[in-house]
């Protein structure tokens, strides 16, 4: 079964006549474990059909599907339980809470869920190691460089355990040295828990990284290239 599937998306905003659509019947299937790039010129609609996948924002048409479950049934309720447990965000910007201590930033998306929190906080830990960060789980991040804010916020998109893990421009505010070391760090989460990715970004070479590389341009799916081991 695809991690998710897109028929038809579309989305337009403003009147029918003078509004813009921003995505017009994308059709898309992205299967469990895969590592997708998704490229186009500013505009293109990339981060409207990101935000459409995550269940940020309901298409004008068209379906998204994830896991098998078409979230154009479900309520805001519903929506928000399988965002809650099936996706994971890294923002380019890190959106982490500057009054929070990284394991604190972690935990974020876990507050309101009703789980074992002693399971959660072991969890947080396995997370703070495979990103290297282990001994910053009290720092704030102010106390962090960009890439290790980067890295926190990467931490903190895998601790609801998701099975699609979204990002928006997640290496626009680093460096290349950090970029490297950030698409290093995703690619073997990718591999070692099969956790699927689909990426957002402006970096061709990033992008020719990844296993497949899709091109939108002004809310048309142009190409869906899949890349050379």
Known sequence: MPAMRLEGLTK?????????????????????????AVVGRSGSGKTTMLDCVGLLMQPSAGRVLLDGVDAGTLN??????????????IFQEFNLLPTMT?????LLPLRYSKGDRRAARARAEALLAEVGLADRANHRPTQLSGGEQQRIAIARSLINQPSLVLGDEPMGEVDTETSDLLLGLMR??????????LIVTHDLELAARTDRQIRLRDGHLVSDERLAA
Not at 13 to 24: I, S
Not at 76 to 89: K, W
Not at 102 to 106: L, R, S, V
Not at 188 to 197: A, C, G, K, P
Request: aromatic share 8%.
């Open 12 to 36: 337009h905003y403003g009147d029918p006549v003078h509004g813009v659509t921003a995505l017009a019947g994308v059709d898309l299937k992205v299967d469990q474990g895969e590592f997708v």
């Open 102 to 106: 990284a394991m604190e930033n972690i």
């Open 188 to 197: 073997r989460i990718n591999l070692e828990s099969s956790v699927t990715f």
């Open 76 to 89: 805001e309720r519903q929506r928000a339980e399988l965002r809650s447990h099936r996706i994971g965000f």
